[in-house]
């Protein structure tokens, strides 16, 4: 799904996945 040819990608991988994190924890207070 995601390749990167750097470590610089890692990081922002990781950032995608606490954003995702993030908008799942909004969603569930929202209900």
Same mark, same amino acid.
């Given at each position: *799904?995601?390749e990167?040819?750097?470590? !610089?990608g890692?990081?922002s991988?990781a950032?995608? *996945? #606490?954003?995702? #994190? !993030?908008?799942e #924890?909004?969603?569930? !207070?929202?209900?």
């Open positions: *799904l995601f990167y040819a750097c470590h !610089e890692n990081y991988m950032n995608i *996945l #606490r954003g995702a #994190r !993030e908008q #924890r909004v969603a569930a !207070e929202r209900e």
